[in-house]
């Protein structure tokens, strides 16, 4: 069992910085590729960012490409999203997600969930 505790959402205007956090407990924490993904109101889930188990490789969606950077400290078994030049089509629920299976962008292999962090970017 892997527990995730999300921080470092907030409001922002857009052009603006976040730095999301994502600590866990419970299992080994090195041994899973972390994920970001989120969710806006009327919207499905969507990936966002991944990252292997050894910070080796890393992918973002195409929307977000250039903007966030995802890294991991596996000393600390956090995780993090750096989001700049934040757009208000960034607003969502933003969940950090664990999985055994490699950093997949489909959120049904990711096993473990955080309760997510709210991004709310004005214009």
């Known amino acids: 069992q892997v527990q995730l505790v999300e921080s470092g959402g907030g409001l922002v205007q857009a052009g603006g910085s976040l730095r999301l956090s994502c600590t866990a407990s419970g299992r080994i924490f090195s041994s899973y590729a972390m994920g970001w993904f989120r969710q806006a109101p009327g919207k499905e889930r969507e990936f966002v960012s991944a990252i292997s188990w050894s910070s080796g490789s890393t992918r973002h969606a195409n929307s977000v490409k250039g903007r966030f950077t995802i890294s991991r400290d596996n000393a600390k078994n956090t995780v993090y999203l750096q989001m700049n030049s934040l757009k208000p089509e960034d607003t969502a629920v933003y969940y950090c997600?664990?999985?055994?299976?490699?950093?997949?962008?489909?959120?049904?292999?990711?096993?473990?969930w955080g309760q997510g962090t709210q991004v709310t970017v004005s214009s």
């Open positions: 997600a664990a999985a055994s299976s490699g950093y997949t962008t489909t959120p049904a292999l990711y096993a473990y």
